[in-house]
Structures are given as structure tokens and as C-alpha cells.
């Protein structure tokens, strides 16, 4: 069975192979305006990216599902979503993600159009910094115990 069908039945929606889901980014025919900026922004700061690759949650009421956010960068361990309509609850969704402790990044770009760059930039430095911080503290305990 070829790397295309595996993806297809695995749900990954994709038009690549399998090399290219574990580290190659291309952007798709059937991405919206706003996900092929994102999808070129990301290649210019050099980070590889998956498209739409699903991930697991649990909605409010612990029910299971599995959501597609629009990009996962797998070098820094963080999904983007693009935000494309003010007529969708994207708070919604961030409450969740944020409940199942995955790092999504709302991007904005219908309302910051000039924007979106700097601020999806400083979004990823933060979020490594809080990791960062996260591990510094982790280790100075474990220092502690010795």
C-alpha cells in the first residue's frame, strides 16, 4: 500500500506522501487564501509544518473527538489555526484546546491583516518561553530531592 493511501486511511487529510508528513511542508490545492499565507510565512521562518493533521480532545462534557487544526508544527510541538470568519465560536474551541492542554494559536488574519506575522511570531517565542520556564523549574526540583 503507498504512502498516499495510508494517509487517506488514516483520516490525514493530505495530498503527500508519508516522508513529507514527518518533515516536509508543501502547501495544497484546496487551502483558503489565509491557510497559504500562514503556510508560506511558516516556511520563510523555517519551520516544517502538517496540515489539518487531527488531534484528539475532550469536548466540555468529556465526550471524545478528533479536530483537524489547520497546521501542526512538529519541531516545536504547537498547532496553528487559522481564523477565518468572525461568524465562527472560535473561543469555543480555544477553551477546549486549552482544557486538553494542547498549544493552539488563534490567528486572526480577517481582523489583523497587517498584523498577523508579528503577532503569530511573538505567540511561538511565548509559548517556548513558558516551556522553557517549565523545565527549569522541573529540573530545580528534582535538584532539590537529591
Known amino acids: 500500500m503507498g504512502d498516499r493511501r495510508l494517509l487517506q486511511i488514516r483520516g490525514i487529510k493530505s495530498h503527500i506522501g508519508l516522508a513529507e508528513v514527518f518533515g516536509m511542508s508543501s502547501i495544497l490545492p484546496d487551502m483558503r487564501s489565509s491557510e497559504k499565507q500562514v503556510a508560506s510565512f511558516l516556511k520563510e521562518m523555517g519551520l516544517r509544518w502538517v496540515f489539518q493533521f487531527p488531534v484528539f480532545v475532550y469536548d466540555e462534557v468529556k465526550r471524545p473527538r478528533v479536530w483537524s487544526p489547520d497546521f501542526y508544527i512538529p519541531k516545536l510541538g504547537m498547532y496553528i489555526e487559522c481564523c477565518g470568519s468572525e461568524n465562527f ?5 480555544e477553551r477546549i ?50
Not at 89 to 93: L, P, S, T
Open 97 to 146: 484546546y486549552d482544557m486538553n492542554g494542547i498549544r493552539v494559536i488563534f490567528v486572526h488574519l480577517y481582523k489583523e491583516r497587517t498584523k498577523w506575522k508579528h503577532y503569530l511570531f511573538n505567540r511561538i517565542r511565548e509559548i517556548e518561553d513558558q516551556r522553557h520556564e517549565e523545565v527549569v523549574n522541573s529540573l530545580s526540583r528534582l535538584v532539590k530531592l537529591d
Open 89 to 93: 465560536n472560535y473561543k469555543y474551541r
